[in-house]
Nanobody
Framework: VQLQASGGGLVQPGGSLKLSCAASGFSLDYWTIGWFRRAPGKEREGVSCFSSSDDSTYYVDSVKGRFTVSKDNAKNTVYLQMNNLRPEDTAVYYC???????????????WGQGTLVTVSS
């Protein structure tokens, strides 16, 4: 059972990146998928969570209207499309899964390894 996050990189303010979270060893169906980030010197923060059961989605206020979660069932992968990126979005981004709906970090059982997003000119 593994999650593989990828897609991070260096982007200028206002730019876009699409992160991927690929699952192996299990199906993402019926799981809640969370995206989290940890900026330098800060606590881990929940960015978004998405329910594969009913497509319920939550975004933290700071990313609403800029970030979008989607899922490709055939690829067993969840994506985080990040538009209009800001320097304050700079962080290591992680994906994780929980068996039930909810966004608190404590609910998440399996974590990917993280991918670094740097927003800078």
């Amino acid at each position: 059972v593994q999650l593989q996050a990828s897609g991070g990189g260096l982007v200028q303010p206002g730019g876009s990146l699409k992160l991927s979270c690929a699952a192996s060893g299990f199906s993402l169906d019926y799981w809640t998928i969370g995206w989290f980030r940890r900026a330098p010197g800060k606590e881990r923060e929940g960015v978004s969570c998405f329910s594969s059961s009913d497509d319920s989605t939550y975004y933290v206020d700071s990313v609403k209207g800029r970030f979008t979660v989607s899922k490709d069932n055939a690829k067993n992968t969840v994506y985080l499309q990040m538009n209009n990126l800001r320097p304050e979005d700079t962080a290591v981004y992680y994906c994780a899964v929980a068996r039930t709906w909810g966004c608190p970090v404590s609910k998440y059982d399996v974590w990917g390894q993280g991918t670094l997003v740097t927003v800078s000119s």
